[in-house]
């Protein structure tokens, strides 16, 4: 028992390596119960130079506690434990795109969880760190479901129903009327906190305009980055200071975070403040608009939306739909994406920018030309470079139904997962059309990521949730775009991406509809590759990559509802 005392204490001290020392080498075997070895396991994931090898010592720790004792405290725990050890030991091997170890402990993982459902749904924990699992394995239904149930069982905190809105966005089923009444049973949930412990909005004296953005996901390579891009690279220093918030740990920073910080006057990281020392400090720079890059996304902060952190609070770019959140004063959108008799549906005040809601800062790579691939190989290669979370069964039937009606057709997607891959090969299987698909691996090098629109004659939209990065990507390279047309602001991007390009044909109003177009289009290869030159001849100077005049429209905006 004094022992026991004195390996709390080491862990209470994080004193980590000489608490795994003692359990391993001095404490006898007939001391190290269950509560230790878990302990033992925690402290392993809890070293500051964790390695690979660490997890999987800790993953053994936790299996043998949780494999010996049944429907207990300290089982339930160290089943926990081993779920979010084995993601996270997915996580590192994803970097080497070697995840086998992962793939055989998650499988334990679901078999125990499906033995144990009903007493495992009762733990939001323990079910939050299952649908870890899930979204690794890219099984955005059991997703849904899980989040679902938490919510049935009202045994969720804020953060669950973020997410179970989030995921909502990739199924057809829920109506723009069930995100508003999810998203205002989100509102209730957040904290309201005691103006006592808050510093009061200041309002800035200065004639130049004070924006902050908020947002977690300012690192390499993320869709944000590259339309916030357009923003600060052209603003007027003259008449505009910029803050950025950066809402992940400073450790997660990298490259494209210092280039940002070096082109706005303050950037500052409030992953580590508490909800009230968040507040305070953004109210503390006098900002006159915060605008979210969030909302219900990434690590979301809406509970600092909800305290107000400045005058006029914005929702754009990182989450295209509503909030729910009173405080949420405006949403920014495009005559495209919100219609005038749907505007009751969103909590926020829509702004319509002139033409669209956001706009690439291009591609920093050189443009050349390419034909479309039809033309020397006789049959036609449609593409997809979406995030296989959005390739749902309704996308993959139509999908099939369009490679089954055109003959030697064919369709590359492309993947950093190889599970997710299994899971959609064995689909597109069942659908008897898989030889006609190539599955290309994720490329490190964002050059031979964008030749790889060289190959393809066609981009395949997802929907509802449709592309957008992707889509960029594709028309910069003078790739056309098949999107289908939507009912609420995400799933109309693709529509207002191809208005913008004046190329309205492009969107389908139906499965029937997007099928009949691919075949027409795989008929008529001079149309396709006049789509082609277009595209790329007028991408450039369209509104989807003209920069300095999304900037000027943007700011005339803000400029117009500063209080």
């Known amino acids: 028992m004094e022992k026991n005392v004195d390996l709390l204490s080491l862990f209470k001290k994080k004193k980590y390596s000489e608490l795994i020392y003692i359990i391993e080498y001095e404490l006898p075997d007939s001391q190290k119960n269950l509560s230790i070895i878990n302990l033992l396991g925690v402290s392993r994931l809890l070293q500051k130079e964790r390695t690979g090898k660490d997890l999987l010592l800790a993953i053994e720790n936790f299996k043998t506690v949780y494999s010996k004792e049944k429907n207990s405290e300290i089982s339930s725990k160290a089943f926990r434990n081993f779920v979010n050890a084995s993601a996270d030991l997915y996580d590192l091997e994803k970097k080497d795109y070697n995840s086998e170890k992962a793939f055989y402990y998650f499988n334990q993982a679901l078999d125990a969880f499906s033995k144990q459902e009903d007493y495992f749904l009762n733990d939001e924990l323990t079910t939050l760190s299952i649908i870890r699992i899930y979204k690794r394995l890219a099984d955005i239904k059991k997703v849904k479901y899980y989040l679902g149930e938490l919510i049935k069982r009202n045994n969720f905190r804020h953060s669950t129903i973020c997410s179970y809105i989030y995921h909502n966005l990739f199924f057809k089923n829920w109506t723009q009327e069930q995100f508003l009444e999810h998203s205002r049973i989100l509102e209730r949930n957040l904290p309201r906190y005691a103006d006592s412990s808050l510093v009061p909005i200041r309002f800035n004296e200065s004639d130049k305009l004070q924006i902050g953005f908020l947002s977690s996901d300012i690192k390499t390579k993320h869709s944000v980055t590259y339309f916030l891009k357009t923003i600060t690279d052209n603003f007027d220093k003259s008449k505009t200071n910029i803050n950025l918030y950066f809402n992940h740990k400073k450790s997660q920073g990298d490259n494209t975070t210092e280039e940002f910080k070096g082109s706005v006057d303050k950037a500052v990281y409030i992953d580590h403040l508490s909800d009230e020392e968040a507040i305070n400090l953004i109210r503390e720079d006098k900002n006159d608009i915060l605008i979210d890059l969030m909302g219900v996304t990434s690590k979301s902060r809406l509970s600092l939306i909800k305290n107000r952190v400045a005058?006029?609070?914005?929702?754009?770019?990182?989450?295209?739909?509503?909030?729910?959140?009173?405080?949420?004063?405006?949403?920014?959108?495009?005559?495209?994406?919100?219609?005038?008799?749907?505007?009751?549906?969103?909590?926020?005040?829509?702004?319509?920018?002139?033409?669209?809601?956001?706009?690439?800062?291009?591609?920093?790579?050189?443009?050349?030309?390419?034909?479309?691939?039809?033309?020397?190989?006789?049959?036609?290669?449609?593409?997809?470079?979406?995030?296989?979370?959005?390739?749902?069964?309704?996308?993959?039937?139509?999908?099939?139904?369009?490679?089954?009606?055109?003959?030697?057709?064919?369709?590359?997607?492309?993947?950093?997962?190889?599970?997710?891959?299994?899971?959609?090969?064995?689909?597109?299987?069942?659908?008897?059309?898989?030889?006609?698909?190539?599955?290309?691996?994720?490329?490190?090098?964002?050059?031979?990521?964008?030749?790889?629109?060289?190959?393809?004659?066609?981009?395949?939209?997802?929907?509802?949730?449709?592309?957008?990065?992707?889509?960029?990507?594709?028309?910069?390279?003078?790739?056309?775009?098949?999107?289908?047309?939507?009912?609420?602001?995400?799933?109309?991007?693709?529509?207002?991406?191809?208005?913008?390009?004046?190329?309205?044909?492009?969107?389908?109003?139906?499965?029937?509809?997007?099928?009949?177009?691919?075949?027409?289009l795989s008929e008529k290869s001079e149309m396709l590759i006049k789509f082609r030159k277009s595209i790329y001849d007028k991408a450039i100077t369209s509104p989807l990559f003209d920069a300095k005049s999304f900037t000027l429209d943007f700011f005339k905006i803000l400029e117009s509802i500063k209080k």
Not at 356 to 368: D, F, K, P, T
């Open 311 to 520: 005058p006029v609070q914005i929702l754009w770019c990182g989450y295209c739909n509503t909030t729910g959140i009173q405080e949420m004063d405006y949403i920014l959108a495009d005559k495209n994406l919100i219609f005038e008799n749907e505007k009751n549906l969103y909590t926020e005040k829509i702004i319509y920018l002139p033409k669209i809601w956001n706009c690439h800062s291009g591609i920093n790579l050189e443009r050349n030309f390419t034909d479309s691939p039809i033309k020397k190989n006789d049959y036609i290669t449609f593409g997809s470079f979406n995030n296989f979370s959005k390739i749902n069964d309704t996308v993959i039937n139509t999908w099939s139904k369009i490679i089954k009606s055109i003959k030697n057709s064919r369709l590359i997607l492309k993947t950093s997962n190889l599970k997710s891959q299994t899971l959609l090969m064995e689909k597109f299987k069942k659908e008897k059309v898989l030889d006609s698909i190539e599955f290309v691996s994720y490329k490190k090098n964002f050059k031979d990521h964008m030749n790889l629109y060289k190959k393809i004659d066609l981009a395949l939209d997802t929907f509802p949730h449709t592309g957008v990065t992707t889509s960029f990507e594709a028309i910069w390279m003078g790739v056309p775009v098949l999107t289908m047309k939507g009912y609420n602001f995400h799933s109309r991007c693709g529509e207002s991406i191809n208005k913008n390009l004046d190329l309205d044909w492009l969107s389908a109003e139906n499965e029937s509809d997007y099928i009949l177009k691919a075949k027409i």
